[in-house]
């Protein structure tokens, strides 16, 4: 199934949105919620999975059903141009980092991304999951055994927390990458986990036990921000969490010894 057409631009610095050109008859997909604005005379649908699963009820369940695994909803958005002229609908970015436009056409027709990285596609595109064949992959990933596939020939965007970097691998070049900074990679690239190793490392390293160890050929992407390792930070320094705030203090940790910490 050809996917649709679409033009796009994207907006904003740290926290970007993606607004995507409808010409009359055209669709785009969508995860539930990534919604920021649409013109009038675009419809929503709300359809089971990526609406590119053909058959009867069941297998449309099934295909939908196995999103779940990756953490998303039974559910997509269907944004149609019903209209007789040009429309735009957007779609923000969840938390701040960057929108990454994907040409499934460029890229041999398929994109393995990290499960939570997919914000919306030209309708046709098809947004599955992907099993990491090797085990060690799968229990030590840190992203999971299960990743997001994305096939097809049209336009795909991904966001990615913080600075996204774009590198393309030669035949046999090696790349190690914390586990959580990988965000995207084409098919080709060979996907495994390597043991950082040594005691110290092991114990007072603080980057984690194991790298993503990428072989090429073949491109992939890199976030300097994921979005664990934020949300680690920020619940760190929450105030409910009944710490005193030690920036600025004349005693610091210190003081933490006389709330009961």
Known sequence: MNAHQIDYRIYGEEMQFVEVELD????????AGALMMMDDE?????????GT??????????AAGKRVLTGESLFMTVFTNEG????????????????????????????ICQKDAFLCAAKGVSVGIDFQRKLGTGFFGGEGFIMQK????????????????ERTLAPGERLKVDTGCLVALTQDVDYDIQFVGGIKNTLFGGEGLFFATLTGPGKVWIQSLP??????????????????????SILGPIGNLFDGD
């Not at 009359?24 to 995860?31: L, M, N």
């Not at 675009?42 to 990526?50: C, K, L, Y």
């Not at 699963?53 to 099934?62: P, V």
């Not at 990454?100 to 056409?105: E, G």
Request: proline fraction near 5%; hydrophobic fraction near 40%.
């Open 227 to 248: 979005f664990a390792r934020l949300a680690d930070r920020i619940f760190a320094n929450a105030p409910f969490r009944g710490g005193r705030k030690d920036e600025g």
């Open 24 to 31: 009359p008859g055209e669709s785009v997909i969508a995860e």
């Open 150 to 165: 994305l096939e097809g020939d049209g336009l795909a965007f991904v966001h990615a927390g913080g600075t996204i970097v």
């Open 53 to 62: 699963h053909q058959g009867g009820f069941m297998s449309k369940l099934f």
């Open 84 to 111: 007789r002229g040009k429309k735009r609908v957007s779609f923000a970015s969840p938390y701040p980092g960057r929108i990454i436009p994907l040409d499934l056409s460029e890229l041999d027709g398929k994109v």
């Open 42 to 50: 675009i419809q929503m649908e709300t359809i089971f999975g990526d």
